[in-house]
């Protein structure tokens, strides 16, 4: 009953009101989910048993227990409150010295959050910078806190005067001036430096010393090409730094706020916008950016305003660019919208009138709610078409857009890497390359692999390996998009009958564990420590030779090269033990512990001989069942001294699937078994043949966007006719477009049964055409994303309007581009702007821009004499 309560109250941990009252606690959510079936079967002695708590898989290293980075709620781990996680440690205990992994809750404008990952800063004196302590703050702690600490740590006499400095470069400081702030108002990010210089450095000198800082020595010296600047990453602030770099390539919007026209327009009363706010921190990064006096700039001011005006951006997540894109082109608009009072309009049906006589109409209406800056340069009009199955009612509307979010042609199949481990044990794992529908079942990758194997699909199971256990073994019929692409999926062959249910054989997990040299006391047991190694194994034995000595025979011969089958084992002479004289086989079972069984033989003095000399041999591994964790449970025995196994009742992949372990000895397993042997595996030559890359033209995504398509159930269509929802036909059309294009592809695919990101190259041109209605633009930018769903890395192609030269932004570097570098698989966002809008270039491109890797932002910094070996001189903003 009070593991249903704990459960239950799991569960509940994700309502956000439970968190204000509970310290969360991370746990693993593979912990979780085989603790949450162990609970709901009601099965003590259930083989769904989760052992101990491990949370080894979420930490980077177990010296340091770091956590790994971008860790998903819900896919990596699971929030549970400190309640119950005292009560599940109380039952199960923790893995060896795992430290607990105990989380705030910060209290945040908008909503609560959990932070799983704390703020860590590297503390350090300004004389002394080689001195650096590594601590960890929450982002709901002052920056006070931040200064008493480092006080302390540093024995600063309390009382004294102090400056707080945050080192956001490796050139320059910014001081930390209000320490009543918090951390995450003050944009302070792991790995980040504070410095505590004493108030008598500051005093002035005649020249630059070595431990005193040089205010703005390297930005007072740089002069380079405007708009050819860095934005530092604040900690994963790359979605937003390449949203940047595209919007300040746009001429018409960056000219806008360059000649200060936004200043008249700034709107403080609109309450759809941000009081100006948004927009005048825009203003300051851009102009930064164009000034050429910045190798690069720390936009944190403009972080710290769009992540109090939009909370999903609070923090130092990873965020889509796009999204934010989105974000900040509706709080610019607000922020300088012409129209102080929006009056309301009544939107009439076009009712047969033209085309034309309607748009126009409806761009009117737009514009006298939404006029600025943004709908100049980025809004357009799209003509929806709806027509009602029933009465043939055509309904034509005109609606305003910011973007075009393109759908890219989704493949129907998947391409898989899987290994196969055959019957054959002598045979390595052969990784196999399959290309699957994507939606389809477990059965039709086993059909793939079965054309290249010549094995029937039948005689096959997959599994997911994890931690050398088994983590889901997987039925024909389950849905392929439960495996993830980072799964590591083993496809065993058993003998034929093996997956029938009223076969001869049944289906045995067989685990390889390692016993350590001494006995655990102090769980109360007195049974060995056991740790997993290797690949488990899943194979077939027939149900009439489930007896421990038969079982042992077919572990061994089933280790094939990884095991010395040559020899059962050592003999007492190769022990050491010396003995000459021949025991009795029970005395020699009674000494050496477990001892091989004799095998009846047709000749029963054969028999009694070799049994003997069996006898004689110690076991290289003692066999013990096991639950599918790896674990041996209460009730199994010790060393296989209650060892039973009961084939009668088993079917393959069944709740009460049997597992079982052979428990090696060090020493036995160090002389006897090959671990290089066991890891190698070979490829197979679909392995070799290279995935081929998918291409479509742009001009296709576009179509497709335009395609007619059938509403969805959950979003009918009110036809005024039949005065009832209907699931109408829509069509878009694009009938105006803006001075600047921007086209979002939509890489990142959502569905009800699976997420995953495309990675087709568009091929995009960097003159577009439009023939209706009739345009001509010329790319300007391009924002790109790197990497998957979880983890990514955003950069940018952006072409300076000054100089006509292309660059690629990645953060705080810049280097010089080609145009043939710019179809990449990466484009995500794409900038085009009009042609008869563009300004040619004003300055010629320069010199040295045929090596695209040659930093275009370099800047050698001035060298001080006297000063090698020196502490680093910090460059520091005084008051």
């Known amino acids: 009953m009070e593991l249903k309560s704990i459960f239950s109250l799991g569960m509940y941990t994700l309502k956000y009101i439970l968190l204000k009252y509970f310290t969360p606690l991370d746990l693993s959510r593979r912990w979780y989910e085989q603790w949450k079936e162990y609970v709901e079967t009601g099965d003590q002695n259930s083989s769904s048993f989760p052992g101990q708590i491990d949370n080894t898989e979420l930490f980077e290293e177990l010296d340091s227990y770091h956590l790994k980075e971008r860790l998903v709620e819900n896919e990596d781990f699971v929030l549970i409150p400190a309640e119950a996680w005292h009560k599940l440690l109380a039952w199960y205990g923790m893995v060896e010295v795992q430290p607990a992994l105990e989380r705030k809750v910060v209290d945040l404008p908008s909503l609560v959050k959990v932070e799983v990952y704390p703020v860590e800063i590297f503390l350090c004196l300004h004389s002394n910078m080689e001195n650096v302590v590594t601590a960890q703050f929450s982002r709901a702690d002052h920056i006070h806190t931040i200064q008493k600490v480092m006080m302390k740590q540093f024995d600063v006499v309390e009382g004294a005067e102090t400056r707080l400095w945050m080192k956001s470069s490796d050139t320059s400081c910014e001081r930390l001036r209000n320490v009543h702030v918090r951390v995450l108002d003050s944009c302070l990010s792991s790995g980040m430096v504070c410095l505590l210089p004493r108030l008598s450095e500051f005093r002035p000198s005649s020249r630059p010393s070595p431990h005193l800082p040089a205010p703005l020595a390297v930005s007072d010296s740089y002069r380079g090409q405007p708009g050819v600047c860095g934005l530092t990453n604040l900690g994963n602030t790359c979605f937003m730094n390449s949203a940047l770099q595209c919007l300040s390539n746009t001429p018409p919007l960056t000219e806008y706020f360059l000649r200060n026209a936004y200043l008249e327009e700034l709107n403080f009363t609109n309450p759809l916008g941000m009081k100006g706010e948004i927009a005048e921190a825009y203003a300051d990064v851009i102009k930064q950016m164009w000034s050429g006096r910045h190798y690069s700039v720390v936009p944190r001011i403009f972080k710290t305003k769009v992540g109090h005006f939009a909370s999903q951006f609070l923090g130092y997540q990873q965020h889509d660019s796009q999204e934010l894109l989105s974000f900040l082109l509706d709080g610019l608009h607000e922020d300088l919208n012409r129209v102080k009072n929006k009056e309301y309009i009544e939107l009439r049906d076009a009712a047969g009138r033209p085309d034309q006589e309607v748009a126009e109409e409806a761009w009117r209406n737009h514009r006298r709610r939404n006029d600025s800056a943004i709908v100049d340069t980025f809004h357009g009009l799209f003509k929806s078409t709806l027509v ?68 029937p699909a039948n005689q096959m199971v997959v599994a997911d390996v994890f931690n050398h256990r088994f983590y889901k073994l997987y039925h024909a019929d389950e849905s392929l998009s439960c495996i993830l692409d980072r799964d590591d999926i083993f496809v065993y062959e058993l003998n034929r009958g093996s997956v029938e249910e009223e076969g001869d054989e049944v289906v045995l997990a067989l685990y390889l564990r390692e016993r350590s040299h001494y006995r655990d006391y102090g769980s109360g047991s007195s049974s060995y420590g056991t740790s997993l190694f290797g690949h488990p194994l899943l194979m077939t034995v027939p149900r009439g030779q489930c007896s421990r000595d038969a079982l042992y025979h077919l572990f061994l011969q089933r280790g094939g090269a990884s095991v010395d089958a040559s020899a059962t084992g050592p003999t007492d002479s190769q022990q050491g033990a010396g003995h000459q004289q021949q025991q009795p086989c029970e005395d020699e079972e009674e000494e050496r512990g477990e001892c091989l069984p004799c095998l009846p033989q047709a000749n029963e003095r054969q028999a009694k001989r070799k049994g003997c000399e069996a006898r004689r041999r110690k076991l290289l591994f003692s066999i013990q069942a096991v639950n599918s964790n790896g674990t041996t449970e209460r009730g199994m025995g010790e060393d296989g001294s209650a060892f039973s196994f009961s084939c009668e009742s088993q079917t393959s992949l069944s709740h009460s699937q049997p597992y079982v372990a052979m428990d090696w000895d060090p020493d036995m397993k160090k002389k006897y078994y090959n671990e290089n042997e066991a890891e190698k595996y070979v490829k197979h030559q679909s392995m070799e043949v290279p995935h081929q890359q998918t291409t479509v033209q742009l001009q296709e995504c576009i179509e497709l966007f335009t395609t007619v398509e059938t509403l969805e159930e959950e979003n009918p269509w009110y036809c005024p006719m039949c005065k009832k929802h209907q699931l109408a036909t829509k069509k878009l059309d694009l009938w105006s477009l803006p001075e600047v294009l921007i086209i979002h592809l939509k890489r990142f695919s959502y569905t009800k049964y699976s997420r995953e990101k495309l990675d087709i190259i568009v091929d995009f041109p960097l003159r577009l055409h439009f023939s209706s ?37 990645d953060d705080s570097k810049v280097t010089y581009a080609r145009e043939e570098q710019i179809v990449t698989n990466a484009a995500y966002l794409l900038f085009y702007h009009r042609q008869d809008k563009i300004r040619q270039p004003t300055l010629p491109a320069p010199l040295d821009s045929s090596s695209p890797t040659q930093p275009a932002n370099d800047v050698t910094s001035p060298k001080h004499d006297g000063m090698e070996g020196a502490t680093p001189c910090v460059n520091m903003e005084t008051d």
């Open 388 to 455: 009602c199955p029933e009465c043939r009612k055509v309904s034509v509307t005109f609606d305003p857009f910011c973007y075009l979010s393109v759908p890219l042609p989704v493949s129907k199949d998947r391409v898989m890497e899987v290994f196969f481990v055959s019957l054959d044990p002598v045979a390595k794992p052969v990784q196999h390359r399959l290309v699957v529908p994507k939606a389809g079942k477990v059965f039709d990758l086993c059909s793939v692999l079965s054309e290249m194997t010549k094995i």
């Open 773 to 809: 209605p009739p345009s001509r633009y010329d790319l300007i930018a391009v924002s790109n994303h790197y990497g998957g769903l979880r983890d990514g890395h955003y950069t940018s192609y952006a072409r300076n309007k000054d100089n006509g030269q292309w660059y690629y932004f």
